[in-house]
Every structure is written in structure tokens, then in C-alpha cells.
């Protein structure tokens, strides 16, 4: 099929998702009208003076309860793409981008990559809003000596027990930012805990990092109970009362996306920020949505906020992209920028989109960004970053029109980072 696809606001994807009817599924109305997976997306910056063009694919969740975070980081790769070409490229070629939804399927997204590599030539993948994907996308990257991008999902084990050459993840891992909540709640004065977490890799590996990041940090808890709910969980009620049943201090919650929206939602008819005190990923797909039913007061944390950091790239980053979308970026869309800048530099320094001089060339790098230069360890490709912690404002921000992150504390990866000499213990010989 040929023809210009529907790229939709992070506001429909993620009303649609919650909904969940059909017409986000991977078989539904959204589907039928794009074209098959892999098929080029319209990107600006085209014009006289390119030597050729290069293609390079993302495959992500575009639909379902965690679409938002999908949708929003999409647009990320895709202004930094446009930009790239407005500046003439990279190599002198014109940047092409092919995307595809995985509907939060590791099949599906092994499936998407493979026909990308296969179909559509792509030089490099960025990687899927879920760990689980993730998984599954990065043996077909390795397999064809494709860079792979990793700036949503962030499983440890993607940096260890599977990692290549040519993966890279620019964002805090599972147990980064772990420690790095631990770090935070260490420091406050709950001693009863609740925990409620996604039931597949990255649920269990970010409380079983923080539980022992919390004794690392000399915090003597107890751990009252533990929920485990599939990812896409509709009716949270059981949980809900299990929790408050259990009188907790403090419930930590790795749930996120348009699922941890709705248990947002049908917590706040139990009473549920009024009896305990919560802290869980309140990103900014959520605080919009959420506006004055945020539960203020909480503790909420973030990988890339922009309100936080205070880079004249990244003033002008959330400027334009506020233009082009109509709505503030998440730190989806910014750490997607962020994905796209590493890799096109990676390129630049090797003077080749040939996948391993540009891993060699990425591996130990520092790599100025937006965001300001990051360091890839070349022990493991893991991207040296901060994690945000802080509490959610009583009301909207005069500018953005949604509460924000107060008295914000920063992790600093020195501090949440595994050592190079326990990451190379994991990874594969």
C-alpha cells in the first residue's frame, strides 16, 4: 500500500487506549488504514543537495494502555529526523523512517524489525516502548549487525544477559532507577511498604532492584504484600483494597502508561491518596491527562523531564516541537530525540552507517545531545544519565496547564549505576 498515514496525538492515542476498543488494536481500524508495517513514513527536510537517502525503523506500541508513551516518542524520532535533514542530512543522505506498531507483542515486534532489516534496508532500529519487546527486537538486531536504540524500554538485561555489540540504551535501566527512587525514599521517613508492578521482566527486576537498593541505602522496611497485574489491566479494585487492606506507609508502583491512568482513576474513588501515600512513574503522558485528579503530594519520578533540565537545546527543543505537535513533550519524545542525535553521531564519527564502526565508534563515546553530552560506558552501551524524583504540584503550572514535579531530586548515575565489573558478569561470554 502506498499513501501518507495518520500520525496521531498522544492525547487520541492514549484516550483510545484507555478505552480499549478495537480501533487502536494491531487487526483494528488503525492498522487498516496505514500502510503494512515497515512502510516509510513522511519525514520534512527533503530537497536538493542529498547524495542518496538511508532508512533507519522504529517499532513500537502504538496501541493499547501504553500507547501513549509510544505515540509520544515517535514524534521525538521524528522531529530530530526532520532536523537532521534540514541541516543537510547525515553523510550527505537524506534520513527515511519506517515505523510499525507491535501492539505491545514480542512477536509482533521481532517481526516488525526483521521486515525493516529485510524489506526496507534499514541501517538502524530504535527500540519499543516495552521491555519485553525489547527482548525480542534485540537478537534480530544482533543477528544482522543492526544498531539498536534503546530509549523507553529499559530492562538491565538488555545491557547484560543479552547483550551485543550494537545495542545501546540512552535511558535509566531497571536498576537505575530503582536505586535511584531507593535513594530518594531512603531519605523519608515510611517503613511499611506495598508494591504494585507490571508482572513481566521490568515489574519484577524494578522491585526486586529497589528492595535491596533500600537496604543499600540503610533503610530498615518491611514489606507488608506485593500485586503483580498483567500489563493492560483494566479493573485494579482488588489491588486497590488489598493495598489500603494491608495499611502500608508507602505503596511504590511500577505500573505506568494508560494503565497506571486508570488505576489513578479508580483509586481515587477508594480514598485511596487519602489513606497512603504513593509514589509510581506519573509521566507527562499522565500529568495532562490528568490535570487536577493527579494525586498531589505524591511522589512521582521521570527519566528526562524537560521542565528540569535547564539546557538552551532543550528550551528550544520543547519550543518547537510545542509548534509542530500542539502539545508539550514527554520525556519520550525527548529522550527519542536524544536516540536519534546518538545514533547520527555514532555515523558522523564512523563516516559509515555500516553497523559495527558505528557501534565502535558509539561504544565509550561521549555524544553531545540536547540534553547535554552523555557517555555510553563501553563496558555495557549503557548511557550515563540522571533519574528525576520528585513530588506532584497541588495545581496546574501557569504555562504547561498541568501539575508538575516539586522540590525535585536528582539521581545521579554515579550513585545508580551497576559497575562495569558486576554488568560484564552477566553478560553473555
Known amino acids: 500500500m502506498n499513501g501518507e498515514r495518520r ?42 543537495g542529498f547524495e542518496g537517502s538511508v532508512t533507519v525503523g522504529i517499532s513500537t506500541t502504538l496501541s493499547g494502555s501504553i500507547a501513549s508513551l509510544g505515540q509520544s516518542g515517535l514524534q521525538g524520532v521524528q522531529l530530530a529526523i526532520a532536523d537532521l535533514n534540514a541541516k543537510g542530512g547525515v553523510l550527505k543522505k537524506e534520513v527515511k523512517l519506517v515505523y510499525a506498531d507491535d501492539a505491545a507483542k514480542p512477536d509482533q515486534g521481532a517481526t516488525n524489525v526483521r521486515n525493516m532489516i529485510l524489506n526496507d534496508q534499514v541501517v538502524a532500529i530504535f527500540g519499543p516502548v516495552s521491555s519485553a519487546v525489547a527482548a525480542a527486537e534485540t537478537g534480530i538486531a544482533a543477528q544482522y549487525r543492526k544498531p539498536i536504540f534503546f530509549f ?29 527512587i531507593a535513594e530518594y525514599l531512603s531519605q523519608q521517613p515510611y517503613r511499611k511498604y506495598y508494591t504494585i508492578s507490571p508482572d513481566y521482566n521490568y515489574g ?19 514489606v507488608l ?30 505500573i505506568y502508561g494508560g494503565d497506571l491512568l486508570t488505576f489513578t482513576k479508580q483509586a481515587k474513588g477508594y480514598g485511596f491518596f487519602e489513606q497512603v501515600k504513593a509514589g509510581g512513574p506519573w ?5 495532562p491527562a490528568l490535570k487536577t485528579e493527579a494525586p498531589a503530594g505524591h511522589v512521582a519520578w521521570s527519566r528526562a523531564p524537560f521542565f528540569a533540565i535547564d539546557t538552551p537545546e532543550v528550551k528550544d527543543f520543547v519550543s518547537r516541537y510545542r509548534a509542530k505537535y500542539n502539545e508539550w513533550p514527554t520525556e519520550w519524545s525527548l529522550l527519542g530525540y536524544t536516540a536519534v542525535q546518538t545514533w547520527a ?69 554515579e550513585r545508580i549505576l551497576l559497575s562495569c565489573d558486576e554488568a560484564q558478569k552477566l553478560q553473555p561470554r
Not at 545491557?159 to 555489540?165: L, M, P, S
Request: charged content about 15%; some cysteine.
Open 152 to 180: 523507553t524500554s529499559n530492562d538491565l538485561v538488555l545491557t547484560t544477559k543479552q547483550f551485543h555489540k550494537y545495542a545501546f540504551q540512552v535511558v535509566p535501566n531497571t536498576y537505575m532507577e530503582p536505586r535511584a
Open 283 to 287: 509521566d507527562l503522558t499522565l500529568l
Open 7 to 48: 500520525v496521531y496525538s498522544r492525547r487520541e492515542v492514549l484516550r483510545f487506549g484507555l478505552a480499549g476498543a478495537g480501533l487502536l488494536g494491531a487487526s483494528g481500524w488503525l492498522a487498516a488504514c496505514q500502510p503494512s508495517p515497515g512502510a516509510p513514513a513522511p519525514t520534512s527536510g527533503g530537497g536538493p
Open 345 to 413: 553521531w555514532g555515523v558522523q564519527k564512523a563516516g559509515s552507517f555500516d553497523g559495527d564502526p558505528v557501534a565502535d565508534a558509539l561504544a565509550g563515546a561521549t555524544v553531545p545531545t540536547i540534553r547535554g553530552s552523555i557517555t555510553l560506558r563501553k563496558c555495557d552501551h549503557q548511557a550515563e544519565v540522571p533519574e528525576y524524583i520528585g513530588t506532584i504540584a497541588a495545581s496546574p503550572h501557569p504555562e504547561y496547564g498541568f501539575p508538575i514535579l516539586e522540590k525535585i531530586f536528582v539521581a545521579h548515575p
Open 204 to 222: 519484577r527486576d524494578s522491585v526486586e532492584v529497589f528492595l535491596n537498593a533500600m537496604k543499600d541505602f540503610g533503610a530498615n522496611i518491611e
Open 225 to 254: 504484600g506485593q500485586q503483580w497485574p498483567k500489563l493492560g489491566t483494566t479493573d485494579f479494585s482488588t489491588y486497590i483494597s488489598a493495598a489500603l487492606a494491608a495499611k502500608p506507609d508507602f505503596v511504590v508502583m511500577f
